[in-house]
């Protein structure tokens, strides 16, 4: 299901499904709650994406994010050996629910209290309107 108008909630931009893979997590039960559904949504002030709890989501400030790059097309099981949240060989995180389109988002990360030192941490995820996410968020889209 994806929404793209102002709801009740202020998103922006929402869109939430169980990711295909989740049959397989009957083997191992006691982890199926952590991905049961998957969501993206785009607030005025946040931006939300990862799987049904919140130890399996990612929120950020929009303020912090640094550049968004569309992404036709994310191979979960070559690209990223599996689905699920991931690193790949660059430390990047994924949030792979499907293969198929989705974002790359920088995010910086204050790693100092006060601020002055910053980094910046990569994220990739799957989402159906990338290149409507890119122009909510007000990017490019092409890195």
Same mark, same amino acid.
């Given at each position: 299901?994806? $929404?793209?108008?102002?709801? #009740? %909630? +202020? *998103?922006?931009? #929402? $869109? ?10 009957? @083997?191992?039960?006691? /982890? !199926? ?6 969501? &993206? ?11 049904? !709890?919140?130890?399996?989501?990612? #929120?950020?400030?929009?303020?912090? @994010?640094?550049?968004? #790059? &569309?992404? $036709? %097309? @994310? ?20 949030? @792979? *629910?499907? %293969?198929?389109? +989705? ?8 790693? *100092?209290?006060? +601020? ?5 941490? /990569?994220?990739?995820? %799957?989402?159906? $309107? ?5 122009? /909510?968020?007000?990017?490019? +889209?092409?890195?």
């Amino acid at each position: 299901m994806t $929404e793209t108008a102002n709801n #009740e %909630n +202020g *998103a922006l931009y #929402e $869109e939430s499904y169980t990711p295909p893979f989740l049959p397989v997590l009957i @083997i191992a039960f006691p /982890i !199926m709650p952590f991905f049961w559904k998957y969501q &993206v949504k785009v607030t005025d002030k946040k931006l939300c994406f990862g799987y049904s !709890m919140s130890l399996s989501q990612k #929120e950020m400030d929009r303020s912090d @994010i640094q550049s968004v #790059e &569309v992404v $036709e %097309n @994310i191979d979960g099981l070559l690209e990223w050996t599996g689905w699920g949240i991931r690193k790949n060989l660059k430390w990047e995180t994924g949030y @792979i *629910a499907k %293969n198929g389109p +989705g974002l790359k988002v920088a995010c910086r990360r204050n790693s *100092a209290s006060n +601020g002055s030192d910053s980094k910046t941490d /990569i994220y990739v995820f %799957n989402c159906d $309107e990338p290149a409507e996410v890119c122009e /909510i968020l007000g990017f490019s +889209g092409s890195g």
